[in-house]
């Protein structure tokens, strides 16, 4: 395969969503790359990496000659499948639907959380309610860059060291802003400022560095923290609320994930799911040892479970069930009601994103087409293997070169067990064994208790061993009696282990 892609398309289509500068536009009609002779223009390209899986870029970035090998062998075996109608044949229709409701759902979900409209009004009653949530810090930063490399930057332990050293100068009384013009890396605390003017609850910072500076009072600095390949001690010099505008959105996204919450939490009550047969649901743990008994009353059409009012017999919760993953049919076999209030959830869901025809549009038609794309092609090596037969002489041939692979052992353990009870201490050496019984009397008359009568129903000898006679009590039906507290202790407290 011949490649030609420009280093400016990779920046155009891997790094877009960096920080830095936009790079420079690339025509949609030049060519960029060429695979087995059919040249592949910057425009093809961007449609067959919109919203792509996240693994996708960073196999382009890099090997962008491997990316699109890999993706012509996807596109010529996701075309074999559909010539063999795979996308008609089970377990890889369900395993289509599956995903296509999955993907649905999770598209809806997403609209809901991030464009459904939120007046100005909830803004602003919100942003007043609770003030305080919405603070804005300005800080100065003495930066220690590392790159763990031999070049000019240090590595990250002499940037610990260097930077542990200036917090100590700091505390002894050293000016700040004295200290940060003469300890600081200029570029790095200059990177820093353009990125981070002030810090907001949502900034693009660690949670924990976000905690720590609203934590500082102003005229106060933090302890060196270590983030970005760099070690930092940030002084706070205001802190207090932040503008509406500079809030606006953040108190948005908030609004709206409560209303899908709350709505999610809504759906998930008023579910109503019965688990008719659960031994049906016990049969489809993925991890069971196969050749299990089906009972006699276990039919395609015996109805397994009721979800909303709808009956769901064996033959189309077997179709259901087909096209989960391993670990959605294992949760299903251990917990059959909640799998079921889940199922009902993603069916409402994809139906509704159905009737919003989401799937006709960007994003969700675009995962669609790679969830589709990545099961047929796993569909058709599957039924290639499928198709490789091997003559018994092949077999026992590969057997015999490889009989360290196939090796068995059989083995005879002791089992030596460390528990121990309160109630029946475990006998941990000869003399416990061997010790002498006591015998205990037939009969034993313990006197009454102001007017009752008290009887031993015990009519047979028994014996006890002597390091098992702890107490006065001789007979076990019979009322006990007071023992010293250290007597007490000592019934009721067996020796630990190895004592």
């Known amino acids: 395969m011949k490649f030609l892609i420009l280093s400016l398309l990779c920046a155009s ?3 877009a969503q960096d920080a830095a500068a936009p790079p420079p536009e690339v025509p949609p009609d030049r060519v960029v790359a060429e695979v087995s002779g059919h040249p592949v ?24 000659a491997d990316f699109l090998e890999r993706y012509t062998m996807l596109s010529q075996l996701t075309g074999d499948a559909f010539k063999a109608g795979l996308d008609q044949k089970s377990p890889y229709k369900e395993r289509l639907e599956w995903q296509r409701s999955t993907v649905l759902m999770m598209a809806l979900l997403e609209e809901k959380t991030k464009k459904s409209p939120v007046s100005d009004a909830d803004i602003e009653a919100a942003y007043k309610a609770d003030l305080m949530r919405f603070r804005v810090a300005e800080v100065l930063p003495i930066v220690f860059p590392y790159d763990n490399s031999a070049g000019v930057l240090r590595d990250e332990n002499t940037a610990r060291k260097r930077a542990q050293e200036v917090w100590q ?29 002030t810090i907001l609850p949502n900034s693009k910072l660690p949670p924990n560095v976000i905690k720590t500076v609203f934590s500082t009072l102003p005229g106060q600095y933090t302890e060196p923290l270590q983030f970005g390949n760099a ?9 207090g609320a932040a503008p509406l505008s500079e809030v606006r959105e953040l108190i948005a996204s908030e609004i709206r994930q409560k209303r899908v919450d709350a709505e999610m939490k809504q759906l998930r009550d008023s579910a109503k799911a019965e688990v008719k047969h659960p031994v049906y649901f016990q049969l489809q743990d993925p991890t069971a040892p196969p050749g299990r008994e089906i009972p006699a009353d276990l039919r395609p059409e015996t109805v397994v479970a009721v979800v909303n009012g709808r009956n769901y017999t064996s033959a189309e919760m077997t179709h259901v069930l087909n096209g989960a993953p391993p670990t959605v049919r294992q949760a299903a076999s251990r917990q059959p009601r909640e799998f079921l ?10 139906d509704e994103a159905q009737k919003s025809k989401l799937s006709e549009r960007a994003p969700a038609s675009d995962r669609i087409r790679w969830t589709d794309m990545q099961t047929l092609m796993q569909a058709q090596i599957d039924e290639t293997m499928k198709a490789i037969s091997n003559t018994a002489e092949e077999q026992e041939k590969y057997f015999r070169d490889n009989a360290k692979r196939y090796q068995q052992a059989r083995v005879k353990m002791i089992y030596i067990s460390t528990a121990w009870s309160r109630r029946r201490p475990v006998r941990r050496n000869a003399r416990a064994m061997t010790a002498r019984p006591r015998p ?3 009969r034993c008359s313990p006197k009454p208790r102001r007017g009752r009568t008290s009887r031993c129903s015990c009519r047979s000898i028994a014996t006890i061993p002597a390091r098992r006679r702890t107490t006065a009590t ?3 039906f019979s009322p006990p ?13 067996p020796r630990p282990p190895g004592r």
Do not use: W
């Open 13 to 15: 289509v891997v790094c």
């Open 41 to 64: 223009t910057a425009g093809e390209l961007k449609r067959i990496l919109a919203n792509a899986p996240e693994n996708i870029y960073q196999v382009i970035n890099e090997n962008p």
């Open 341 to 350: 209030i889940q199922l009902a959830l993603m069916n409402h869901l994809a």
């Open 231 to 239: 070690f930092y001690i940030l002084q706070t010099l205001t802190l």
């Open 481 to 493: 009696t007071r023992a010293s507290p250290r007597t007490s202790r000592r019934a009721s407290s």
């Open 474 to 476: 001789s007979c076990p």
């Open 440 to 442: 205990v009397p037939k």
């Open 169 to 197: 100068e700091l505390r002894n009384g050293a000016p700040f802003r004295e200290t940060m013009l003469k300890a600081s890396d200029p570029r790095a605390a200059e990177k820093y400022k353009s990125e981070h003017p």
